[in-house]
């Protein structure tokens, strides 16, 4: 039997991981779910059971075999200090992701290194996983040069209350009226019918963690620290599913039916890609499920190398839960 806790599991992330450990062919599992405040008490199926969400205990959590961290920053960084040298530790916020002994691992590209871990195992942003898991097989086939992405980000990526900002200004704006408010504002400006070119806060460079945090973490996944690669991250009034229009200067020539074969043969990947039936990847249709879509592959007119594509996952499924429970599957073969 293998003792696992879900840290967190009233959240949106932590919902999901609860649903993807219950669809999961991992058996054996005996479940503990916890939260800090709203969630406490509220019950949740878990296969043929249901569970409770019980306050979070660091005594009961050190008698886990595996714990999954679904919590704030602030959170993860004072139960991972807690809990040293106990549980192994899978954490899917930003703490420690760029910690050069954490392992930040996309089961699908770097497998090899969530064994190198030494209790602590970080999960990557969001927008970063879909984006690795394209970039991995062009690099292997064509070698990388440059990449360039431009991100239009869901507000489910914020949390919950981001969810009800949306809707609460969206319905303002369609009736002619304030927005009724009574929540902590979750963006700089309205979101409602809008879009927000800033996620997270400014570097003096200009650019904004968030697209740091993409940069940073891309070259550690894919170990290629010099590989040339910016970002643009901009917040959309969509409730799930990030989009990303990306550029791939590759090292050696790919003629786009053979980028299509290597990316539908790359695990976690699914090609949409007829452009002339209005077929491509949207947030609608990639909202609820577990894999990565790519299309409007096409040549890059301003490049010799250059491939531009569209890709799209749902961030709060293949953006975090799912790749948390990835990992603890990875593990949980050793337990
Ligand atoms: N949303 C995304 O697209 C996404 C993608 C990748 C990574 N992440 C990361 O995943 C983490 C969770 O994000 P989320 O969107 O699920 O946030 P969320 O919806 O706000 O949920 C956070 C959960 O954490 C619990 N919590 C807060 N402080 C806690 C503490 N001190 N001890 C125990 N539980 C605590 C809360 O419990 P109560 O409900 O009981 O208050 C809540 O259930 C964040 O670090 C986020 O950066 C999110």
Known sequence: MRKLAVVGAGGLVGRRVVRNLA?????????????????????VAFRDAVLTVEKTEVAELRKMDAVILCTPTNASVSLVNELR???????????????????????????QSA?????????????????????????DRYGLQRVHVSTYQAVSGVGYLAIEQLSDESRAVLESRPPEG?????FPHRMGFNLIPQIDSFLPDGYTK??????????????????????????VPVYIGHSEACLVETERPADLDSVREVLAASPGILVKDDPLNSVYPMPVDAAHTDEVYVGRIRKDLSSRTG????????????????????????LAKGM
């Open 115 to 139: 064994f190198g871990h030494s209790g602590l195992i970080a999960g990557p942003n969001c927008s970063t996983i879909q984006l690795v898991m394209v970039l991995k097989p062009l690099l």
């Open 182 to 186: 009574g929540y902590e504002p979750q």
């Open 23 to 43: 669809k999961s062919d991992i058996e054996d599992l005996e479940l503990t779910l916890t939260g800090q405040g709203k969630s406490i008490g509220t019950e």
């Open 307 to 330: 491939i531009l594509m569209w890709i799209v996952a749902d961030n709060l499924y293949r953006g975090a839960a799912t790749n948390a429970v990835n990992v603890f599957r990875l």
């Open 210 to 235: 968030e697209e740091m945090k993409m940069v940073n973490e891309t070259k550690k996944i894919l170990g290629t620290p010099d590989l040339r690669i910016s970002t643009t991250c901009v917040r």
């Open 85 to 111: 040298g106990g549980p192994v530790i899978l954490d899917t916020s930003s703490a420690f992701r760029m910690d050069p002994s954490v392992p930040l691992v996309v089961p699908e590209v770097n497998p």
